[in-house]
């Protein structure tokens, strides 16, 4: 998850990349009844350094004393099976305890909760096969809604433009669903810029629609590119010649000056 590798990074940065790390040993005064930041640091450090099972000894036992970093690191590593068998109900349940405990306005660990808002309404759409968490899609819109309008995460207005464009979990609202799809390409999000794109090429907005979907296909994810790819080539057929080079030239302006 994108949102999640840049929080990541800015846990690195707020913890200190530098200083010795943690031994979850008598020595170092760290065990399992140490303070809530304290292990949520050693397990930060040991999941740096590849001692997996540490850091999710460690997280255990901050969450359990109410540290939301270590329930969101831990969560993580339950979504994607890092250091642990993969659990994706398990990880639910974190966020879930994530999101229901709230967070004070202008918290500094608003990060975690808006993690978890994002993640939670990527369950809800899909559902947990073999669990009770079944595909609820006005509750997943309502989730990325909330993250989207509260805390602009990207990811959450991109999911909520082509949720809302559709009309998944509700009434589809075209120009409510460009506003989000346009704010989340603002801030650099390729698939949003694809779609916003290919949603204004169909009403017409030839040349820049094709730009936006040149650019996003460029700065696309492996995970994306084929998709988006799909798209651009079909616009590309159907645009006329002048277009066609007027677009490219938009595109190579656009990548050129590292503008959206």
Known sequence: MMFGRVFACFLYVTLGASGSAYAFDLDAGVTEKSGPLVLFKFGFFSYKSGKKDDAVEAYRHAAQQGHR???WALANMYAAGDGVVEDDFEAFKIYDKIARDGIEPGSNESGYFANALVSLASYYRRGI???PVQPDLAQARQLYFQAASVFGIPEAQFQLGRMTLVG???RP???Q???WLNRARKSGHPGAAALFGDTIFQE???VRGLAYMTVALERSRSGDRDWIRS???EAFSIADEADRRTAMALA???LTKGGN
Do not use: C, D, F, L
């Open 129 to 131: 096969p073999n669990s």
């Open 69 to 71: 970093g270590a329930r």
């Open 177 to 179: 669903a460009k506003k």
């Open 204 to 206: 017409g907005h030839t």
């Open 231 to 233: 798209i651009q080539e």
């Open 252 to 254: 190579e302006n656009m």
């Open 168 to 170: 998944e979990g509700g």
């Open 173 to 175: 609202n075209p120009r």
